[in-house]
């Protein structure tokens, strides 16, 4: 059955300066307060790592900020940044330092449930055990693939060779949970259609029709791509942002290039900012009448999938026409952009738009009418708004459940601030809420790429380059399935020591089972859709 989040402790909001006073009073030297990046955020360093666990639960539970995610990182010591959303402040950073020779980290999983999947994912890559975690290994290596204690992610292992002896588990087998009388599990996948097109396995364990159990497992196609990137150029480490996952191809080189510009202290032109929103909601438009059309396809909906599924192959075309290419590739740079759009250019764009969102409406008003599709998502696919916040879910699955977190808002980039818009929510968290927020937030889209372009002003498109200097730093965006950060780390030498990609879809798989556990099979490939996920994003 699913497990209830623990009631929410009591909250209250921090700015900077109250937050490091509260936290300097709870943990006296235990916790010290430090500065980088010229101080852009709340950085606190744990001395004694007994304090670690206190610390992060009094931040998720009590100081309001959602876990965004952990960094690893291997030098002459280890060096762990557990990174927090501060709706007040914010983010802030708990670093952790470690001798190299420590195993044993103290699992902070069990207060902030969101780092169960980071914790699992670093034990798995980096060899790192969390003391107190309830389940570590076969994880993003399968056991029935890979041996543990591979390691792939630490310094000594040699990426660049082409064989190496595997040792699997031959007896591996799932763990079961349900065991009641008559109680089966159900394998879907890893080859599925429903509406991912990439490889995922789903075990469903029931007893009778309705899915008691759900446990997703990705991973199949692991990449490599945080180990590739080490002592590659920052070029080189763009294509592959840039690659990283096509449908957000733009949020996530954007989100590599604003780490590259703060670590560097690159200003990017204002001109290039506001075409940089412009075509990042582009983008969002773009996915979420994808997503729309995965959820009517979900359905059986023939007439409106066929209608989605035009709406987005001409807002494809449009952004062929308009950069050159369908999913935006090639665009970004650090300091700007590659290529600048004359008015006429412009001016198409926003015809498309325009009668993109004139047939989404059409669309969104004939479903609203369809009582055989509302049947399907109203009270299905339930995620509380207490198992949202437990879960920190992102995105538009996050805003369906009434967490209104949106980067563009809480910390904003490119000159969003200048924007105006609003953040879609509802409080329902079904599969109704779900789709209601993306056409909201396809609303949203339209009009931000409308005043991004009718504000547009002559100058320059991109910074002049400057020196490559040992720094790191993170850059964020609001990718269209929620926050995304890439953390950039260059050596001495210019190169890049660490790329770490924070992805909105790893956070997300962890709350599907929450939407599809107390409801039938059939419901199961409809949920799944309204989710909108990506099992590339997780192919690190």
Avoid at 13 to 37: K, Q, W, Y
Avoid at 43 to 70: K, N
Avoid at 112 to 132: C, I, K, M, N, S
Avoid at 481 to 497: K, L, N, P
Wanted: proline residues 6%; hydrophobic residues 40%.
């Amino acid at each position: 059955m699913t497990v209830s989040p623990p009631p929410p402790a009591q909250q209250r909001m921090f700015d900077t300066t109250a937050l490091a006073t509260e936290v300097a009073r709870r943990f006296g030297t235990a916790v010290t307060r430090t500065s980088e990046n010229g101080g852009a955020a709340s950085w606190f360093v744990v001395e004694d790592r007994s304090a670690l666990v206190p610390l992060c639960r009094f931040l998720f539970s009590e100081a309001g900020c959602g876990f965004a995610g952990m960094i690893v990182e291997e030098r002459n010591e280890w060096n762990l940044r557990y990174l927090f959303l501060n709706p007040g402040c914010g983010w802030v950073y708990c670093i952790l330092r470690l001798p190299l020779s420590t195993r044993t980290v103290p699992s902070i999983s069990v207060p902030v449930h969101p780092a169960d999947w980071y914790e699992r994912e670093a034990e798995d890559l980096f060899g790192l055990t969390f003391q107190g975690h309830p389940r570590l290994g076969d994880f993003v290596l399968h056991d029935q693939v890979w041996q543990e204690g591979l390691t792939p992610m630490r310094k000594a292992f040699d990426a660049g060779q082409t064989q190496f002896e595997l040792r699997p588990q031959q007896d591996w087998r799932p763990t079961l949970v349900v065991q009641d009388p008559g109680a089966f599990a159900m394998p879907v996948g890893p080859v599925y259609e429903g509406g991912i097109g990439e490889s995922v396995h789903f075990l469903l364990e029931t007893v009778g029709e309705d899915v008691i159990r759900a446990v997703p497992r990705l991973f199949y196609n692991y990449r490599g791509v945080e180990k590739i990137a080490e002592g590659k150029s920052l070029w080189d480490v763009l294509l592959l942002a840039e690659r990283f996952s096509a449908k957000s191809a733009f949020a996530h080189s954007l989100a590599y290039c604003q780490a590259v510009e703060t670590a560097l202290h690159l200003e990017t032109p204002p001109r290039a900012r506001h075409l940089r929103v412009a075509l990042s909601e582009l983008e969002r438009l773009r996915h979420h009448a994808g997503v729309i059309n995965g959820i009517c396809r979900s359905t059986a909906l023939a007439v409106s999938e066929s209608h989605a599924a035009i709406i987005e192959e001409k807002l494809l075309r449009a952004s062929a026409a308009f950069s050159g290419h369908r999913y935006l590739f090639g665009l970004n740079t650090p300091g700007g952009l590659r290529r600048d759009f004359d008015s006429e250019a412009t001016s198409a764009l926003l015809r498309s738009v325009d009668d993109a969102l004139q047939l989404l409406e059409r669309l969104e008003q004939r479903l609203s009418y369809s009582s055989s599709f509302l049947d399907r998502l109203e009270d299905v696919g339930v995620v509380s708004p207490a198992s949202a916040r437990h879960l920190n879910l992102l995105g538009p699955v996050g805003r369906a459940s009434g967490l209104r977190r949106d980067v563009r808002r809480v910390c904003p980039y490119s000159g969003y601030q200048h924007f105006q818009f609003q953040v879609a929510h509802e409080e329902e968290g079904d599969g109704y809420a779900r789709l209601r927020v993306l056409f909201a937030e396809a609303r949203q889209s339209a009009s931000l790429i409308h005043q991004a372009i009718e504000t547009l002003e002559p100058g320059p498109l991109c910074a002049d380059p400057v020196p490559i200097r040992a720094a790191a730093a993170l850059g964020w965006v609001e990718a269209p399935i929620g926050a995304a950060g890439h953390w950039v780390s260059f050596g001495r030498d210019g190169t890049i020591e660490r790329y770490r990609i924070l992805s909105p879809s790893f956070r997300n798989w962890m709350g599907l089972h929450v939407a599809v556990e107390d409801f039938a099979f059939q419901d199961f490939p409809i949920i799944l859709s309204t989710f909108g996920l990506s099992a590339t994003e997780c192919d690190r």
